[in-house]
């Protein structure tokens, strides 16, 4: 492997040779030299790329270490002047301010990966801000997440009120007149602020983008470009833009072919081309340390050779002492007696149909049915029995919105009911009041018996708390769990309209009377600020452990005053178990490629960003 990869192009063509001579003297199969020329031919590849980068590493060290033993400060920038004098970067997003605007100076494209709640929107406002005062103003473009783009208008507002924000969002009809404004040059912009939806969701949409000049773009959660295969991906890359730069918390998620497209995004003119090589010796899954082969490490090391330019990532033990510690738990959850009745009877059903392997429909996501009933019967079908269906479906033609309904047909929507979905319906519904379910059954769950002790000594702390769920309708099940324990509660989820969830923050960190604030997993991980909690619990866990950290980071962030205290609760002997050591695995490939060859994490890369902390007098 060694001699692999220190060939260059003339030791491919002697390695040719000496395979054709193998294949006839010795009968190895031709399939398995030619995979071997290709591996060869992949690695070439990947050291050219590495050269570039050390080479592109090298003139920006050279740059900042000269400039410092000279003693020239023209280059250090400072808070840009047209932001408000009310409000400070701190030493480290002036770090990231110099670290963007050094790496734009050399032509360079960037990914800022600081780790979530270090405030990459600020560092990424003040250089726009910077390119600003410096005469480039614009137009720039900022493509968002939809549940995000509240919260940027807002930091633009507060931070650098001065300049143009344009809101690209709304109807078809409305975007019509806006594209038209905006090519007509009738409203005046520095920036435009759109969603990811919005960007590329029509061909008018993704024509205004390609024609439009722009300067810089700025891609937040650029992990959501993760896939290079991806149809938004291809569409993004076709922007009009003549620098960009994402931010992301999470830049390696689940392998390194992942990481690899975020570089291609950023730097097309020197990954595109080499695209398909990259795809095939990156494309690997994550394994645990303990199984990583040689291979696998060096695959690590290439991947961070690579990226080092590029990417500037700090963590918070790093930059922020003064944070408070935020501590992990787990805790093991023991099903309730008929919860774990249903569990195992769910259980051996799914692998009598995987044997005998019927295509059942009702079965074909067979892990999504063992994760629901590891989190609450209710939300599964097993209380209400056919032979009651049938009797709640003649029922409802009492009803004054059925009377002239199909039996049968309201049957058929009955039955691919869950269960509290049911007994909602006997709540609405007051011929059907008879078959509500019994309270006991809604609070017949594992975790809620841990949950409710749990939260009655969080309460007499006088601490508050965070609780995210995958699914919304176990939030609902949750609701009628806290108004039964008597919790003030407030909840966010998918639903929640954009304009709403402003609000509903400000509410819950204002009112300290609220003791619990309820979110769907993935609505409410991203742009969202909730330092007045102090403890997050999963009430479930999510495949990707980043969609956790991202939920966890709504807490543990600059403003936190508290030490935090995450806690996941794991159905035991469930799926929820494998769940998480699959999860660990994950987060153990982020940390091979975040730790430098001391052993030191949050350093991408290290001596960049040590230089400039030290130039800087930071």
Known sequence: ??????????????????????????????????????????????????????????????????????????????????????????????????????????????????????????????????????????????VVPASTMDNWIREFNQWCPSMNILLYYGSQEERKHLRYDILNKVVEFNVIVTTYNCAISSAEDRSLFRRLKLNFAVFDEGHMLKNMSAIRYQHLMTLNARSRLLLTGTPVQNNLLELMSLLNFVMPHMFSSSTSEIKRLFSSKAKSTDEQTIFEKERIAHAKQIMKPFILRRVKSEVLKQLPPKQDKIKFCQMSKKQEQLYSDLLNKLKKSIDATEKNSELCNVMMHLRKMANHPLLHRQYYTADRLRTMSKLMLKEPTHCDANPDLIFEDMEVMTDFELHRLCNEFTTLSQYKLEKELILDSGKFNILEKLLSDIKKKGDRVVLFSQFTMMLDIIEVFLRHHQHRYVRLDGKTQISERIHLIDEFNTDM????????????????????????????????????????????????????????????????????????????LEQDMTTNDTGDEGTIPLDMATLLKTSLGL
Not at 558 to 583: F, P
Request: aromatic share 6%; proline share 2%; with cysteine.
């Open 513 to 588: 009377d609220i003791f619990i604030f309820l979110l769907s997993t993935k609505a409410g991980g991203l742009g969202i600020n909730l330092t007045s909690a102090n403890i997050v619990i999963l009430h479930d866990i999510d495949c990707n452990p980043y969609n956790d950290k991202q939920a966890e980071d709504r807490c543990h962030r600059v403003g936190q005053t508290k030490e935090v205290k995450v806690i996941k609760l794991i159905g035991k002997g469930t799926i929820e178990e494998s769940m998480l050591k699959i999860s660990q695995q994950k987060l153990r």
């Open 1 to 142: 492997m060694e001699l692999f990869r220190n060939l260059n192009s003339k030791g491919v063509i002697v390695l040719q040779s000496m395979f054709e001579k193998m294949t006839k003297s010795n009968g190895l199969s031709e399939d398995l030299i030619w995979d071997c020329q290709t591996l060869i031919k992949e690695r070439e590849v990947v050291m050219k790329l590495m050269n570039k980068c050390e080479e592109i590493s090298r003139t920006l060290t050279k740059q900042v270490t000269q400039l410092t033993e000279d003693g020239e400060c023209g280059w250090n920038i400072e808070q840009p002047s047209i932001m408000s004098e009310n409000l400070v970067l701190k030493p480290y997003q002036k770090i990231g301010l110099n670290w963007l605007a050094l790496l734009h100076k050399h032509k360079v494209n960037m990914i800022l990966a600081d780790e979530m709640g270090l405030g990459k929107t600020v560092q990424a406002i003040a250089f726009l801000a910077h390119l600003y005062v410096t005469g480039d103003s614009g137009p720039h473009l900022v």
